[in-house]
């Protein structure tokens, strides 16, 4: 390799470096529209142990709920309804599309937690992330789902549910509260048309 | 930009300092001593009494001037860049311009228009945050000799006589209400205010289009009633702040933020 490649290498190396930095919500604040939910400024640590800016998430089309890992009804449903959505959509579709479980109780919901329901549950972490925001942003990200939860006293939450569709730059294209293994007809139509090439 | 306005604060916190109680309590805040409390709402998951630790609460709602103060010290706040997704259209859609309160939205009067992601980013800029419900509702349950006067019906009438005027009238200024006997000025008879928790009152709609106001859940685990029928003043408080995203924005909703204490 000549010095000219070398020094072509070294940008290269530099640009990667750079670009593995540009998560951070201000750098992709200016492509972002102004109905984005990723204008939020918030970090998720996924089920790898990762810490990523909320609006890294951009880049492709996601389906985004709440949940918690020691939910024993309604979470494994949140599950089922994500499955049920990617079982709807071709492999192509699939790979295009990512899933997002964000959690509630991020003091719990360590990368661990996290990871042994993506175990159990048998979700490939190329299409599904488990992450925790940070405790103070939990109210705000569900804000901008329009999702609504309260603590209880024994640390369960009450807490509505429902799958947001986004597209890859943060808007919302469709919304469903029907959660559980038969997906919403209306949801899944929008989500197989934001998978399409 | 963001030193000016720190060292201001310093400034003006500075003379505080010297006082042995206040050095505790920023300006414009009053010390709230908390305790156990009995909430108008009903959980399940959490009868009887509360606790409220130790907090301290904004004097009076944020009036318009002190937002514009912050809208100019972060300007992605404006109304005209702001982010849709953390303030619908009608954000700060009363005043004259992006920086201008002006004529319909005097600097006194108490900032409406505002959206719950607004109103946090605010108090956070403080160093502070919105007071949540319970400590809400516990301020609010002053008159201003008792630090609990829900059970006076005088009291109870007084604050629904507010509801009963119309909401197209101008807001009064902020402050000319006389204090309740923590100090706090305003909690009842001005504007809504947001809390940090809004988004807790779990109401369900269909509960709520049938006025069913004795019994309002949600999901049946952890059901949210109300324990104290004659507090109409908290229930259409909790059934607003349940009707609301954390985006919206109304004419007559604002809001104050609170601090802990140690």
Known sequence: MNARYRRFGALLGLAVLTLGMVGTPRAATPVLPRDSVYHLQATLTDQAGRARPWASLAGRPRVVSMFYTSCQYVCPLIVDAGKAVERGLTPAQQARIGIVLVSMDPSRDTPAALQSVAKARALPATRWTLASPQPEQVRQIAGVLGIRYRELADGDFNHTSALVLLDARGRVLARTEQVGSTPDPDFLAAVRAAGAP | MRVAAALAMLLLAAPLAAEAEGSRVPEGYVAMRGGDFTTALRYEDRPGRSRIAPFALMQRPVTNAQFRRFVQAHPHWRRDRVPRA????????????????????????????????????????????????????????????????????????????????PSDTPLPRAGLQAPNVH????????????????????????????????????????????????????????????????????????????????
Request: aromatic share 12%; proline share 3%.
């Open chain 2, 86 to 165: 953390l303030a619908e259209a009608r954000y700060l859609s009363h005043w004259e311009g992006p920086l201008q309160p002006g004529d319909a939205a005097q600097d006194a009067r108490p900032v409406t228009w505002v959206s719950w992601f607004a109103a946090d980013a605010y108090c956070q800029a403080q160093g502070a945050r919105l007071p949540t419900w319970g400590e809400w509702e516990y301020a609010a349950a002053a008159d201003e000799t008792r630090a609990d006067a829900r059970g006076d019906r005088a009291f109870r009438e007084r604050i629904l006589a507010w509801y009963a005027r």
């Open chain 2, 183 to 262: 100090g706090v000025q305003d909690l009842h008879g001005l504007v809504w205010e947001w809390t940090e928790d809004f988004s807790s009152l779990l109401v369900s709609a269909d509960n709520r289009q049938q006025g069913d106001a004795g019994r309002m859940e949600f999901c049946g685990a952890g059901a949210l009633s109300m324990d104290d029928r004659e507090n109409y003043a908290v229930l259409m408080r909790v059934a607003m702040l349940s009707s609301l995203g954390a985006a919206d924005a109304t004419a007559n909703l604002g809001f104050r933020c609170a601090r802990d204490l140690p």
